[in-house]
């Protein structure tokens, strides 16, 4: 778990807006880590996490495309049934409020490996203890609750 900073972009909701600003982009070599689109009428927001910050400010700075900066917290998802809605839940328990969350792209390489999500909650802080806390807890309620292979 980690926090990342995210950069969000509104853009007029025109064929090829997205594409140039990704063109911009990927032409100094930014990468994401993290992306999501979504409409809001006549614009769009295009959230990311880019893997180099100073360089997507720079193309975005260059390119005249305002943004904003928020920092958001990057939790890995297992790769198992109902995994995010335990993260939803243990937040939820620990009265933190979700004001949105998307997924990452797999990491590169890594075959087996679960996305990230990125939530972005009232108090990244706390977030972090609770899901540090919880995890743990969590994995051990699990264990103790098995059977032995051979039992009887």
Not at 130 to 149: T, W
């Amino acid at each position: 778990m980690e926090t990342a900073k995210q950069l969000s972009v509104s853009l007029v909701n025109k064929p090829g807006r997205l594409a140039a600003m990704l063109n911009a982009l990927h032409k100094e070599k930014v990468g994401f880590r993290a992306l999501v689109v979504m409409d809001s009428g006549d614009r769009g927001t295009i959230r990311f996490i880019p893997d180099n910050y100073e360089s997507a400010m720079k193309v975005l700075k260059q390119n005249n495309i305002s943004y904003e900066m928020t920092n958001v917290l990057l939790v890995e998802i297992p790769p198992q049934p109902g995994a995010f809605r335990n993260i939803c839940q243990r937040l939820a328990d620990n009265h933190l409020n979700i004001d949105y969350a998307y997924c990452s792209f797999p990491q590169s390489g890594k075959v087996k490996a679960g996305v990230m999500g990125v939530f972005k909650v009232n108090n990244l802080a706390k977030a972090q203890r609770v899901l540090q806390e919880n995890g743990a807890l969590a994995h051990r309620e699990k264990l103790v609750g098995r059977r032995p292979i051979h039992a009887r």
